[in-house]
Nanobody, 121 residues
Framework: QVQLVESGGGLVQPGGSLRLSCAASGSISSINTMVWYRQTPGKQRELVAGITSGGSTNYADSVKGRFTISRDNAKNTVSLQMNSLKPEDTAVYYC???????????????WGQGTQVTVSS
């Protein structure tokens, strides 16, 4: 059974920094893309940052230059370093991984439970 477990959420002041981590565990053969999403009440879930198995990255325009996504393939983890945080960054952040399990030939999406990030004075 594959699970994604997130950590690092919390309360931070504007201009501060926070680092989110997401660890995938279970019978995993390979991981393709790993992506961070975020969602606020009444708002569409939006892609924040993504990274491929080869290390290629992409970011939402609103976080470019402030956020950095990275992954550790040996540990099956993905992290999101968030700097210069703004109140607009307040949201529940979700980790998603597209991966292949040991008992399947298909690559499927798996989601974490989400972690709250609050940016406030």
């Amino acid at each position: 059974q594959v699970q994604l477990v997130e950590s690092g959420g919390g309360l931070v002041q504007p201009g501060g920094s926070l680092r989110l981590s997401c660890a995938a565990s279970g019978s995993i053969s390979s991981i393709n893309t790993m992506v961070w999403y975020r969602q606020t009440p009444g708002k569409q879930r939006e892609l924040v940052a993504g990274i491929t198995s080869g290390g290629s990255t992409n970011y939402a325009d609103s976080v470019k230059g402030r956020f950095t996504i990275s992954r550790d393939n040996a540990k099956n983890t993905v992290s999101l370093q968030m700097n210069s945080l703004k109140p607009e960054d307040t949201a529940v952040y979700y980790c998603k991984a597209n991966l292949r399990t040991g008992d399947s030939r298909w690559s499927l999406d798996y989601w974490g439970q989400g972690t709250q990030v609050t940016v406030s004075s």
